[in-house]
């Protein structure tokens, strides 16, 4: 299966500043999901953006997604320490049924 | 709250062995996921299931098999653990499409096949 791409592979910031990550996919997609991983841990789910939808918003959150680009970035605004984790997008292609296929993550460092 | 529990957090076991991980949700969901994660390479999809004894081969099934006898309970079987299966494991679960297309994850579990 085609996968996901996500870009910076890892990212530092301070406190305070905002974070962006970018996602590429391939194929047709349902939606686009974004998955936050601590350290060790299981996923999160972040929160869902559609096929016919542009911009969501969810908290300090901001997916935006451009289908015609099969592109998506995830904007963490105002970040804490505590954010600090790996962050995944997911997509569930058109033909894949339930299934999701995941990137290979960027990691988020942010500095107190 | 979903809760979706793995048997083990940490495992370690000798090439050769028969090794079972086990998954536990319990929000009646149809579907369950095994992936596996390692470095660099992001979640690969080893086996998913839509129902009981339902089974479906994902990306990377090669060495493995499941299980599911019951709903709420999805097994990853490595009938011959071997060291290139040293990974995190992880499990998932999730309503069919069009009632929710989030997957809720347990918490992983550490493989080291020496």
């Known amino acids: 299966s085609q996968q996901g791409e996500e870009d910076p592979q890892a990212l530092s910031i301070q406190e305070g500043e905002n974070a962006t990550m970018n996602c590429s996919y391939k194929t047709s997609i349902n939606n686009l999901q974004w998955y936050r991983q601590n350290s060790g841990r299981g996923l999160v789910h972040l929160i869902l953006?559609?096929?016919?939808?542009r911009e969501k918003h969810s908290g300090r959150l901001r997916v935006t997604l451009d289908t015609s680009k099969k592109s998506s970035s995830l904007l963490i605004t105002a970040s804490r320490a505590a954010d600090t984790a790996s962050y995944f997008c997911?997509?569930?292609?058109?033909?894949?049924?339930?299934?999701?296929?995941f990137g290979t993550g960027t990691r988020l460092a942010v500095r107190p | 709250d979903v809760k979706v529990t793995q048997s083990s957090r940490y495992l370690v076991k000798r090439t050769g062995e028969k090794v079972f991980l086990e998954c536990v949700q319990d929000?009646?969901?149809?579907?369950m996921f095994w992936y596996r994660q390692d470095p660099g390479l992001g979640l690969r999809l080893i086996y998913f299931s839509y129902d009981v004894k339902m089974k479906e081969k994902g990306d990377i099934p090669e060495g493995y098999s499941v299980s599911r006898e019951k709903k709420e309970r999805f097994s990853l079987i490595l009938e011959s653990a071997s060291t290139n299966q040293t990974s995190m494991y992880l499990c998932?679960?999730?309503?069919?499409?069009?009632?929710?297309?989030?997957?809720?994850f347990g918490p992983g579990t550490r493989l080291t096949v020496l």
């Open positions: 998932a679960s999730s309503f069919p499409g069009g009632l929710s297309d989030t997957q809720y």
């Open positions: 929000m009646d969901h149809e579907n």
């Open positions: 997911a997509t569930e292609e058109k033909s894949s049924g339930d299934k999701l296929t």
């Open positions: 953006i559609r096929s016919n939808e």
